[in-house]
């Protein structure tokens, strides 16, 4: 019986993280298109720019990208150029070439991993802010960076 509470456990935690993978999707793609049709339309019909908003935007994307690049690899949805089945012909020799090809994106992911957490660290400790000022303000871009590490830590 226990076996079967960590089992219960593990499936509650897992449905729990892709519900805020879908819903970080879902915020952040609102917020650019939102805040990119604002920004067209503050500054072709008001002829007046919304400053800052087009950075915002583009980090607010980044989350976007990071996190639907990891819900893609779960689901196994992502764009991949597969020309096994033309290649191999065998189911088994198909497979052993997907293992393959998961092998080397672990690789990599494994390698790029410590680099984003890096980068993220470094972030924090420079306190670097945006570049342009955003309703008077500017803020911290660390928290844009971390979706590097956060969308690779997912894929991995």
């Not at 960590?6 to 609102?30: E, G, N, P, S, Y």
């Not at 994106?105 to 802010?129: A, H, N, R, T």
Request: glycine share 6%; charged share 15%.
């Amino acid at each position: 019986m226990k076996g079967g509470w960590i089992c219960l456990i593990r499936h509650f935690l897992w449905d729990i993280l892709l519900k805020v993978q879908r819903i970080i999707m879902l915020f952040t793609i609102c917020f650019a298109t939102t805040a990119m049709c604002l920004e067209v339309f503050m500054r072709y019909i008001l002829k007046s720019p919304f400053i800052g908003i087009e950075e915002l935007a583009a980090y607010f994307a980044f989350w976007l990208y990071f996190i639907g690049s990891s819900y893609g690899s779960y689901e196994r949805s992502h764009i991949t150029a597969d020309l096994s089945q033309m290649v191999f012909k065998n189911p088994l020799n198909r497979a052993k070439a997907r293992l393959f090809a998961s092998l080397i994106s672990c690789i990599v992911i494994l390698i790029i991993l410590p680099w984003s957490f890096d980068y993220v660290k470094w972030g924090w400790v420079m306190k670097e802010q945006s570049r342009s000022t955003f309703l008077g303000n500017t803020f911290p871009v660390v928290y844009f960076q971390a979706s590097l590490f956060f969308g690779f830590a997912l894929m991995l």
